[in-house]
């Protein structure tokens, strides 16, 4: 079993470029999760989605847009990047509750 | 509002001690609380959790103890060993099933000296 993939692990974006990160599970998990983490700051939640076809605004949404087309995929993309979001992202997928299952993170790097 | 904190940022223990990692929370509505552990360049990976209406809850070398009165949270673990190292998160929510708003503290670094 893989969990919760994502990819691409590592990037690096001049500002104002546009890019996405895939976040795929295999658990059939009905609620994911895109979280960014940044020093002295934790986990801030960006998007959910509690189903296929459905996504919500989490905490720190602004900047990026998420989709959620197939239960074991979600997308989230930022179309026009700025160096405020140079962070580690997580995606994570839940049955529900608090136990979320993580990836292992992509590093982004805006300049 | 809600929020969940730590007391201590970063906590060293020598190798084979015990360990406690505290946390506050200020939500009394919270119901479910979990432990996570994140070690270097990995994703937070879940410990243990507990429900409000428990004060103590053990693993395999951990135990999570939980004061509701005092809105306190501890993770205890023995014998620390170097494979402990890492940063360790408390959270909370709501409830234990179906979505619920995770409101993560922002970690205690666990170093063990060996």
């Known amino acids: 079993n893989a969990g919760v993939t994502q990819t691409p692990k590592f990037r690096v974006l001049k500002t104002g470029q546009s890019m996405t990160l895939l976040c795929a599970q295999d658990?059939?998990?009905?609620?994911m999760y895109w979280y960014r983490q940044d020093p002295g700051m934790g986990l801030r939640l960006i998007h959910y989605?509690?189903?296929?076809?459905?996504?919500a605004k989490g905490e720190v949404p602004d900047g990026y847009n998420v989709s959620r087309l197939k239960k074991q995929n979600f997308l989230l993309g930022l179309e026009s990047a700025a160096p405020s979001q140079t962070s580690v992202y997580f995606c994570?997928?839940?049955f529900g509750g608090g136990e979320l299952f993580f990836g292992e993170g992509s590093r982004l790097t805006v300049l | 509002g809600e929020s969940v904190g730590l007391h201590l940022p970063t906590l060293s223990v020598q190798e084979g001690d015990n360990s406690i990692i505290n946390c506050a929370y200020s939500?009394?509505?919270?119901?479910?609380f979990i432990w996570y552990k994140q070690e270097s360049g990995k994703g937070p990976q879940f410990i243990i959790d507990?429900?409000?209406?428990?004060d103590k809850r053990q693993g395999q070398r951990v135990t999570v103890l939980l004061n509701k009165t005092v809105k306190h949270l501890s993770l205890q673990i023995a014998a620390t060993q170097p494979g402990d190292s890492a940063v360790y998160f408390c959270?909370?929510?709501?409830?234990?099933?179906?979505?619920?708003?995770?409101?993560f503290g922002t970690g205690t670094k666990l170093q063990v000296i060996p």
């Open positions: 658990m059939n998990h009905e609620y």
């Open positions: 989605s509690v189903g296929e076809g459905t996504t």
């Open positions: 994570a997928s839940s």
């Open positions: 939500n009394s509505a919270s119901d479910y």
């Open positions: 959270a909370e929510t709501p409830r234990s099933g179906g979505y619920q708003k995770v409101t």
């Open positions: 507990i429900r409000s209406n428990m």
